[in-house]
């Protein structure tokens, strides 16, 4: 999608600190840490967020898990525990519309909502 910065990071347009890649998913760090690790994980396809999921991008959600549960092992944070957060709409403060994993990690996180 011409506009995104997301697809711009796919399409190698804008750099990144590149975690990951496989043929459908890419995983780089977030621009602006949040936790001591900090990655965002994404489909290669435009797909706005979750709400606008397909029944046929099911395999492709499935990739990103699988991406998700190697990174965590290759950088180390499988023993110690991380988050995955996806921010769907305006309420969830979404302000990249690709959709996107934040997965965290490197400190114990004492705020937990659910
Ligand atoms: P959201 O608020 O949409 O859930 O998360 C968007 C995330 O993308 C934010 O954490 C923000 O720091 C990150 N971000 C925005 N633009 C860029 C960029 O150009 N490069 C990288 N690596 N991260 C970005
Ligand atoms: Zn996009």
């Known amino acids: 999608m011409a506009d995104c910065i997301f697809c711009k990071i796919v399409n190698g347009e804008i750099p990144s600190n590149k975690v990951y890649e496989d043929d459908n998913v890419l995983a780089f760090k977030d621009l602006n840490p949040q936790m001591p690790v900090h990655i965002l ?25 699988t991406a998700i549960n190697k990174i965590a092992n290759d950088i180390g944070v499988d023993k110690e525990g991380f988050r995955v957060i996806s921010n769907c709409g305006q309420d969830a403060g979404q302000t990249v519309k690709h959709l996107h994993f934040h997965v965290l ?6 705020e937990k909502i659910v």
């Open 41 to 65: 994980v994404i489909p290669k396809k435009h797909i706005e967020s979750i709400i606008d999921l397909k029944e046929e991008d099911e395999k492709l959600v499935g990739k990103v898990f």
């Open 105 to 110: 990690a490197g400190k114990k996180m004492s």
